[in-house]
Nanobody, 121 residues
């Protein structure tokens, strides 16, 4: 059974940083491209960042370029999202996802339950 479990979210102030983590189990982690998505209240889920199998390629949404950094540790079966210079508009539930198909568009086969990030102004 594949499980993706996110952690690291919280309530922070604008300008703060967080490190989101996603622990994977039940899959051959290094054979999956990984990504982070987010969904703000009343909005559709949107792509945030992706990282290829061994981390050789990363991609970001324009809204987070230069502020967010995605990384992975295949030995630990984990993917991370370092989020800097947080803005109130970054408030959302952040999800990690895994795909074995086309990078970075997916489709994504597995999803975590999400971790809430709330940024106060």
């Amino acid at each position: 059974q594949v499980q993706l479990v996110e952690s690291g979210g919280g309530l922070v102030q604008a300008g703060d940083s967080l490190r989101l983590s996603c622990a994977a189990s039940g899959l051959i982690f290094s054979s999956y491209h990984m990504a982070w998505f987010r969904q703000a209240p009343g909005k559709e889920r949107e792509f945030v960042a992706a990282i290829s199998w061994f981390g050789g390629r990363t991609d970001y949404a324009d809204s987070v370029k230069g502020r967010f950094t995605i990384s992975r540790d295949n030995a630990k079966k984990a993917v991370y999202l370092l989020v800097n210079s947080l803005k109130p508009q970054d408030t959302a539930v952040y999800y990690c996802a895994a795909t074995q198909t086309r990078y970075p568009s997916g489709p994504y086969d597995y999803w975590g339950q999400g971790t809430q990030v709330t940024v106060s102004s």
